[in-house]
T-cell receptor, first 111, second 115 residues
């Protein structure tokens, strides 16, 4: 089991460019989440998907869109990247209970 | 809404000493309190958790205590080793609501264990 995988590991964008961060889990979990991590601020929820076919906003959704492609995959899209979106992005999944399992992260820099 | 405060932000100990990290939460409805360890360049890894019907939980060298009245919980690491060096996050949750488990994270504690 690979658990939660994310691609890419690193990305540098210019302001205004778009990109999609990919996440997949092989644990057959129903719920998936996207967080961003900024220095001194812990992790903040961007979007979540309680089950296949549903998505909802978290604490900081502005500037992002998501797609729950199937039960395994949950992608995060930045349509027009801004320097304020420079961060480390983590995907997580959970099933049944409150325990969440995190991927290795994508470090994004927007110039 | 729920707010979680974590202290200290940095902690430096000698190998073999104990380390204690403390968190307070604001919402008395919170009932699940996990602790995550994040090593450099990796994602957070769940290391221990406690539910509100339990006051203490141990797993080898790590333990978590919960004081519901005071709304605070703590992570205790005994006999620290260099491989314990990492950033530790606490979190609080009111459990599953609408199929969504909302975790509110503390800001993190960077622990350094010196040989």
């Amino acid at each position: 089991n690979a658990g939660v995988t994310q691609t890419p590991k690193f990305q540098v964008l210019k302001t205004g460019q778009s990109m999609t961060l990919q996440c997949a889990q092989d644990m057959n979990h129903n719920s998936m989440y996207w967080y961003r991590q900024d220095p001194g601020m812990g992790l903040r929820l961007i979007y979540y998907s309680a089950s296949e076919g549903t998505t909802d906003k978290g604490e900081v959704p502005n500037g992002y869109n998501v797609s729950r492609l199937n039960k395994r995959e949950f992608s995060l899209r930045l349509e027009s990247a801004a320097p304020s979106q420079t961060s480390v992005y983590f995907c997580a999944s959970s099933e049944g209970g409150p325990e969440q399992f995190f991927g290795p992260g994508t470090r994004l820099t927007v110039l | 809404g729920e707010n979680v405060e974590q202290h200290p932000s940095t902690l430096s100990v000698q190998e073999g000493d104990s380390a204690v990290i403390k968190c307070t939460y604001s919402d008395s409805a919170s009932n699940y309190f996990p602790w995550y360890k994040q090593e450099l360049g990796k994602g957070p890894q769940l290391i221990i958790d406690i539910r509100s019907n339990v006051g203490e939980k141990k797993d080898q060298r790590i333990a978590v205590t919960l004081n519901k009245t005071a709304k605070h919980f703590s992570l205790h690491i005994t006999e620290t080793q260099p491989e314990d060096s990492a950033v530790y996050f606490c979190a609080a949750s009111m459990g599953i609501s609408g199929g969504y488990n909302k975790l509110i994270f503390g800001a993190g504690t960077r622990l350094a264990v010196h040989p």
